[in-house]
């Protein structure tokens, strides 16, 4: 069994998408831990509703919280406390896929970051999307991660942009499993056939 942690360069670059994608390929479980907001649609439900096989199990967030704002801060005024020591990862004896919440430094209390629920044998991938200065944010990710002697990887999000992809390759060495198109629309189908394409890549990660 292999967990695979996702995470991105910021908010917004397709984690999700990515990791209904990773989940199909592998037939793996799901979950994320954190949800802060959007909890009738919430990331669980999105990925569940992309993902065609019967295998995967999809576990509850240990924190769902109903203001979209940082964790911390949407655990403040729902007025509970997050932390590490509180989140358990579900037993399953497939492999899993965790989602993060925004990017790695995300605080989920005045003390600790999405960052802190990243263990040693999990694998990392860093969905990466091109904006002006994610050259910036995903260098700065991608190496926090290996310093700290993790596994990482890198899946592109959104339309190509050469120049940027190759200077991150380039700059870290680092793993591309390939790039999630600007599509039209996501469903079951289209996922279905990114996760046929990233499956190899995935199981020699």
């Given at each position: 069994?292999?967990?695979?942690?996702?995470?991105?360069?910021?908010?917004?670059v397709g984690?999700?998408?990515?990791?209904?994608?990773?989940?199909?390929?592998?037939?793996?479980?799901?979950?994320?831990?954190?949800?802060?907001?959007?909890?009738?649609?919430?990331?669980?439900?999105?990925?569940?509703?992309?993902?065609?096989?019967?295998?995967?199990?999809?576990?509850?967030?240990?924190?769902?919280?109903?203001?979209?704002?940082?964790?911390?801060?949407?655990?403040?005024?729902?007025?509970?406390?997050?932390?590490?020591?509180?989140?358990?990862?579900?037993?399953?004896?497939?492999?899993?896929?965790?989602?993060?919440?925004?990017?790695?430094?995300?605080?989920?209390?005045?003390?600790?970051?999405?960052?802190?629920?990243?263990?040693?044998?999990?694998?990392?991938?860093?969905?990466?999307?091109?904006?002006?200065?994610?050259?910036?944010?995903?260098?700065?990710?991608?190496?926090?991660?290996?310093?700290?002697?993790?596994?990482?990887?890198?899946?592109?999000?959104?339309?190509?942009?050469?120049?940027?992809?190759?200077?991150?390759?380039?700059?870290?060495?680092?793993?591309?499993?390939?790039?999630?198109?600007?599509?039209?629309?996501?469903?079951?189908?289209?996922?279905?056939?990114?996760?046929?394409?990233?499956?190899?890549?995935l199981k020699?990660?």
């Open positions: 069994m292999k967990t695979y942690f996702i995470t991105g360069i910021s908010t917004d984690k999700t998408v990515a990791s209904a994608i990773i989940t199909e390929a592998l037939e793996a479980d799901y979950w994320k831990p954190v949800q802060a907001g959007d909890l009738d649609n919430c990331d669980t439900k999105k990925v569940q509703r992309l993902v065609p096989n019967s295998k995967s199990k999809f576990y509850p967030n240990a924190f769902a919280l109903n203001t979209p704002m940082s964790p911390h801060a949407a655990a403040e005024i729902d007025g509970v406390s997050v932390e590490v020591s509180k989140i358990k990862r579900p037993e399953t004896t497939n492999n899993l896929v965790i989602e993060g919440a925004g990017g790695l430094l995300v605080p989920i209390n005045d003390n600790e970051t999405i960052f802190d629920l990243i263990k040693p044998d999990d694998k990392v991938i860093v969905v990466s999307r091109h904006y002006l200065g994610s050259i910036n944010h995903s260098l700065l990710t991608i190496n926090a991660i290996k310093e700290k002697g993790f596994k990482v990887a890198v899946l592109f999000s959104g339309d190509e942009h050469p120049s940027t992809e190759s200077i991150i390759k380039k700059m870290t060495d680092v793993n591309v499993i390939g790039r999630i198109d600007e599509e039209p629309y996501f469903d079951q189908n289209v996922v279905k056939e990114y996760a046929d394409s990233f499956r190899g890549g020699n990660l």
